[in-house]
């Protein structure tokens, strides 16, 4: 499937959790990175339980600090 | 899980330290933090990859108390300052320059009025001040110009109570951002986002604290405003490339970091200890200042004594609904003159007199010959103030230990004696 990465189509295996797109694409430091999919920021306490699917944009933000949801 | 905001303050935003199983938080006392090569560090640097860099900017301890005031006051992100005035003058300067106006409260700390009348208007911010709970006259305020709306949950030490809600309307109306000083009521008694707030802002050296034993700040951006508006323009390039955190990395990663206000984090650690208890230290607060605001207010040697939760309060419907029956530890009294007021506060076994409020203890201050002397009568008129004002954190001793030393105090004061 693909999906767009901060406006990058890149290809996966299939479906994943957004903690497995994040140690899959190799983030560093993922309890620093706020995550976008289709325009909504995710909470962090729904990483796990929220699956990426064929077609979504995910953005990984980042900003020096964090402090976020 | 759903959480109560009990729960919040002892588990929302943290968990065990990942390395170490460390149950409080570790405090990273560390000016910076290395990276194996110049590529990582430039990574960092240049916002591909997250990570530390210089604890004026960002820090692991201060990230984790930043990450539980988010999980507080339901927010998107939070930014710690040094103080609830650096949290307050970061805000403004991040929202406004030369040339544009803020709108604020008429009725607001003695500290923050100062800083919008008289420090900000050297540097081209102008601030119009209206009547803290006249809805209608933020309205009639508001010009191209503005940038912001500034409200106290209870003005201090008018202790008037502003409709946060029917404010949001307005500034809705006009797409104005809305901060809300949420310090003396905390997230116990009020949630400012679930009344409109865009902006919620902390001193956490009150309450959050609880033990009058570090000073520190935050700001915490409610994720409600939309920070692509034209009114904010200058924000865009952030909205480009951190999206809805636009606002935060503008505090971050410009204003924030170019003033310098960092938070400690050893503070951050002993704040992040005090917040623990702060559900069951506001319910001992808010029950102890009731009661006392209740004898005082029949009490004939004391005049106007002023509290948000007694029913003769011109704001208590509004206190009612906004702090669900809860209505801080605040509270003012009058007693005739300057002499008295002195004599009273003199005569005070255990209430300690100090410039603070919301520490465990029982708190005590004349205002007029302290955090507000440098105002002019008519800023204490607007600000509550007369000479023979008395104000009273109430701590959370016994509530007949309160009292006892209130009675021998206003005993002693009426016969003319001081100790």
Redesign the interface.
């Known amino acids: 499937m693909t999906i767009q990465i901060n406006g990058e189509a890149v290809e996966l295996g299939g479906e994943m959790t957004v903690t497995q797109l994040l140690t899959e694409r190799k983030?560093?430091?993922?309890d620093?990175?706020?995550v976008?999919l289709n325009g909504e920021?995710l909470s962090r306490g729904t990483f796990d339980s929220t699956n990426v699917k064929h077609g979504d944009k995910v953005?990984f933000?980042?900003?020096?600090?964090?402090?976020?949801? | 899980m759903t959480m109560h905001v009990d729960t919040k303050l002892l588990h929302g935003?943290y968990a065990p330290e990942e390395t170490t199983g460390a149950t409080a938080l570790p405090v990273f006392q560390s000016t910076s933090f290395a990276y194996e090569s110049a590529e990582?560090l430039e990574a960092?640097f240049a916002?591909?990859?997250?990570?530390f860099?210089y604890s004026r900017?960002?820090n692991p301890t201060?990230?984790r108390?930043?990450?539980r005031?988010?999980?507080l006051e339901d927010?998107?992100?939070?930014?710690?300052c040094a103080s609830g005035m650096a949290a307050i003058s970061t805000t403004v300067l991040a929202l406004a320059g030369a040339g544009d106006e803020i709108l604020s409260g008429n009725s607001i700390f003695g500290g923050t009025y100062s800083l919008f009348a008289h420090t900000l208007a050297r540097y081209g911010i102008t601030t119009r001040f209206v009547e803290t709970t006249d809805v209608d006259a933020y309205r009639q305020a508001i010009n191209d110009k503005t940038k912001l709306i500034f409200v106290e949950t209870i003005g201090n030490p008018k202790l008037d109570v502003p409709d946060i809600a029917a404010i949001a309307g307005v500034a809705k109306e006009h797409g104005i951002v809305l901060a809300v000083d949420n310090t003396v009521t905390t997230p116990v008694l009020c949630r400012p986002k679930a009344l409109g707030a865009d902006i919620v802002i902390h001193s956490t050296s009150k309450y959050i604290n609880g033990h009058g034993n570090a000073i520190g700040g935050v700001i915490v951006d409610c994720?409600t405003f939309d920070w692509r508006s034209p009114r904010y323009a200058h924000l865009k390039s952030f909205y480009e490339?951190?999206?809805?955190?636009a606002f935060?990395?503008s505090l971050?990663?410009r204003v924030h970091?170019d003033l310098g206000c960092c938070f400690s984090p050893f503070n951050a650690f002993l704040m992040s200890i005090g917040m623990e208890s702060l559900a069951v230290r506001m319910e001992r607060h808010c029950s102890n200042a009731r009661r006392v605001a209740e004898l005082l207010v029949a009490d004939k040697r004391v005049a106007q004594a002023r509290y948000p939760g007694l029913r003769g309060h011109a704001d208590y419907e509004i206190a009612d609904r906004q702090f669900a029956g809860r209505y801080g530890a605040l509270l003012t009294f009058r007693l005739g003159t300057k002499e008295r007021c002195f004599r009273f506060i003199n005569a005070l076994q255990r209430a300690q007199n100090l410039a603070n409020l919301g520490d465990a203890k029982t708190l005590v201050i004349h205002p007029a010959s302290t955090f507000c002397r440098d105002a002019t009568e008519k800023e204490c008129r607007a600000m509550g103030v007369s000479d023979d004002l008395v104000r009273f954190s109430i701590g959370i001793e016994h509530v007949d230990d309160i009292l006892e030393d209130i009675e021998q105090a206003l005993s002693k004061m009426e016969k003319g004696e001081s100790r």
Do not use: C, Q, W
């Open positions: 983030v560093k430091m993922p620093m990175v706020s976008e920021i953005e933000l980042y900003f020096m600090g964090g402090g976020s949801k | 935003g990582e960092v916002g591909r990859d997250a990570g860099v900017i960002n201060l990230d108390f930043e990450r005031m988010t999980v927010g998107l992100a939070s930014v710690s994720g490339r951190v999206r809805h955190f935060a990395a971050r990663n970091r």
